[in-house]
């Protein structure tokens, strides 16, 4: 199936929402799920599902040791 990024970003939206309420067997399914509707690799779509909404903090360091 090829869909653009928005509809990507939908399915996952709607897919994550399910899976961290989910059990074991139910996650399975989900993952599986979204593998075979976006296209996504195993391991890249489960990190998706388990981090979606989480926000990073990163620290860039923007002058060099010494000043």
């Known amino acids: ?11 996952t ?7 961290r309420g989910a059990g074991k067997k139910k996650k ?3 993952l599986d799920t979204m593998v ?3 296209g996504y690799n195993g391991c890249y779509a489960g990190w998706l599902l388990r981090h979606w909404g989480r926000k990073y903090l990163v620290e860039i ?3 060099p040791p010494g000043i």
């Not at 199936?1 to 399915?11: F, I, N, P, Y």
């Not at 939206?13 to 899976?19: D, H």
Request: hydrophobic share 45%; proline share 0%; charged share 30%.
């Open 36 to 38: 075979q509707v976006t």
């Open 28 to 30: 399975s399914k989900i």
């Open 13 to 19: 939206v709607k897919l994550a929402r399910a899976y």
């Open 61 to 63: 360091d923007c002058f």
């Open 1 to 11: 199936m090829d869909l653009k990024m928005g509809q990507k970003r939908a399915v």
